[in-house]
């Protein structure tokens, strides 16, 4: 059984920052890969951005340049750094973890970015 669990979210202005922490746990191998996905209210989830153990990393076109996800894989946490938030950003995020075929949720976390 694998664990996830996010920190981090909150309210924000047009502008700032927020960072996101995703801390795994469980029976993990050393290979699985982890991504954050948000959901706004009315909408599907989505796909932000997604990183593996060498450290490789993608990201929604709409994010680029604005977000970057990193990860301590001796943590087995995993972050995402939110600047130059928009309005349009304002979902629960949810951490995501796969490995071995599996995947696992988090819980979500609320970010709104209000002015």
């Known amino acids: 059984q694998v664990q996830l669990v996010e920190s981090g979210g909150g309210s924000v202005q047009p502008g700032g920052s927020l960072r996101l922490s995703c801390a795994a746990s469980?029976?993990?191998?050393?290979?699985?890969?982890m991504a954050w996905y948000r959901q706004a209210l009315g909408k599907p989830r989505e796909f932000v951005a997604g990183i593996i153990r060498d450290g490789s990393t993608n990201y929604a076109d709409s994010v680029k340049g604005r977000f970057t996800i990193t990860r301590d894989n001796g943590k087995n946490t995993m972050y995402l750094q939110m600047n130059s938030l928009k309005p349009e950003d304002t979902a629960v995020y949810y951490c995501?973890?796969?490995?071995?075929?599996?995947?696992?949720w988090g819980q979500g976390t609320q970010v709104t970015v209000s002015s």
């Open positions: 995501t973890l796969t490995d071995r075929g599996l995947g696992y």
């Open positions: 469980g029976s993990i191998s050393s290979a699985y890969g």
